[in-house]
């Protein structure tokens, strides 16, 4: 198996064609090469790649480097992207729980449950830029 990981890190991700880059994302998400994939992710956009993938991708990333993360507005782009997609965890919401400042129309959703985790994440967001504004810390 250690080969297939070096085989992994030799490879460059613009030499390879865009629906081979998709699988070998999603290897190195299944082998835990999080950081490798991530910088694959970065380099060449998400584009093909399973939102399942991704989702797992930036979950175990948050899930692992939480207390140094800060935030990547590319992450966050990335993040809205899969929450629109109806994908998401734990992990990936309270990022976006403490990053995400945009449109309230991104927290529109089918399941009740979901509306109302969002729109409170919203909301919290909301009142943060608020109370921010009315010190003239902006």
Same mark, same amino acid.
């Given at each position: *198996? +250690? ?6 890190? !030799? ?9 081979d880059?998709k699988?070998?994302?999603?290897? @190195?998400?299944? #082998?835990? *090469? ?5 910088? +694959?992710? #970065?380099c060449? &956009?998400p /584009? ?15 899930a692992?480097?939480?207390a140094? @993360?800060?935030?990547?507005?590319? *992450?966050? &782009? =990335?993040?809205?992207?899969?929450v629109?997609?109806r ?12 990053? /995400?400042?945009g449109s ?6 089918s !399941?009740?449950? #979901?509306?109302?985790?969002l729109?409170?994440?919203?909301? #919290? =967001?909301?009142?943060? +830029?608020? =109370?921010?504004?009315?010190? &003239?810390?902006?």
């Amino acid at each position: *198996m +250690w080969e297939l990981d070096e085989y992994l890190l !030799s490879l460059n991700p613009e030499q390879i064609a865009e629906d081979d880059r998709k699988e070998v994302v999603r290897i @190195m998400v299944l #082998r835990g *090469m999080y950081k490798e994939a991530y910088e +694959w992710v #970065r380099c060449t &956009g998400p /584009y093909r790649i399973d939102v399942k993938t991704l989702v797992r991708l930036f979950s175990r990333l948050l899930a692992q480097h939480e207390a140094e @993360m800060e935030e990547d507005a590319f *992450m966050t &782009g =990335i993040l809205q992207y899969v929450v629109k997609k109806r994908k998401y965890d734990e992990q990936i919401l309270k990022y976006l729980n403490r990053y /995400y400042n945009g449109s309230k129309s991104f927290c529109r959703c089918s !399941s009740p449950i #979901r509306v109302i985790f969002l729109r409170s994440i919203c909301c #919290r =967001i909301r009142r943060f +830029w608020n =109370i921010v504004r009315s010190r &003239g810390d902006v």
